[in-house]
């Protein structure tokens, strides 16, 4: 790039230093506005963006082991049914298999189908096996409950990277549509939630036998981060349930001023295999993150989340400088394990890297 003075000036001799200043710092400038665009918006995140508005009503979520559900259901201010509500789970599937089966052992008393959907392109294009049906055997113990949908994606075209919103936009109105297969009726519980996005039995529990509760309602749900030994916050509120009703849409954005407080778990990047991380920082939403060809060595990988810090190398979503600051640097390890998904404790051994001190993946 050549970058002259903008304008010759009139006088000579104590001006130069200045021009040569200029002629070194400028170009430095914009190359490195250019090279961190991306992070100085996130650093100034706190000036351009403003958070979600907070939820009008915070449902406070009681349970203890065996209380009974006429007293749970009165702390909330709804009554006991007769008989529990039918409960439907619909996921949009990519490669979570471990995070799968965790899920629907856990979830397996309480659901009545479990609807599942996955695609033959990931939602930047990208053609990828149907994950679920290679491994359906391995979900054998819920054959009963599962209804499978394959929606058929779009491959980019070679040079393109096809834009990960309308792909997912996409997938969601295929669920909408599909969920209708799954035997549902007006008035049956459904949940819209990740695969990684799993709510505790307490809360089912509510929806299967509380009258009362509002039509459509947020989950709150705790973040971890590679695995439980990496609690995050307790902001994710995306998930939500629904009576449903022939007015019903798959969506994930806000729908609902009621959020139950403590309602699930959010496990994000919670695999077992290296490989496993590198499918899915291509196949991401946001894949514009992997920026350089380095974020997907493995053994850098590896050492991110034994550390517990970005896979990503960005700085925290945060809107105030204070939370910031605050999220900067690696998540804080808890040596607990307790509150935990049940089958998750009860198959220790073989979860072992959702554990704490189980950072050490296989390749
Ligand atoms: C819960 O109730 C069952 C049966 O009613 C009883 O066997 C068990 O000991 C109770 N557990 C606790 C933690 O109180
Ligand atoms: C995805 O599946 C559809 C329907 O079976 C097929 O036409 C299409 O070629 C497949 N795409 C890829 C990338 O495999």
Redesign the pocket.
Known sequence: MAVRPLRPTSRRGPRKPISILLLIFVPIFVIGIYAYFQEIGYLLRPLWDKPPPPFKHIIPHYYAENVSMEHLCHLHGWSMRSEPRRIFDAIIFSNELDILELRWRELYPYITKFVIIES??TFTGI?KPLFFELNRARFAFAEEKIVHGVN??Q?ATPGFREEPFILERQQRAFMGKFIRSSGISNGDIIIVSDTDEIPRPSTLKLLQWCDGIPPVMHLQMKHYLYSFEFPVDYYIWQPSVHIYGPWFGYRHSRQSEFLLAEAGWHCSFCFRRIQEYVFKMTAYSHADRVRRKDFLDPARIQRIICRGDDLFDMLPEEYTFQDLIKKMGPVPRTASAVHLPAYLIENADKYRFLLPGGCLRIK
Do not use: F, I, K
């Open positions: 033959n392109t053609p058929p994606g491959v």
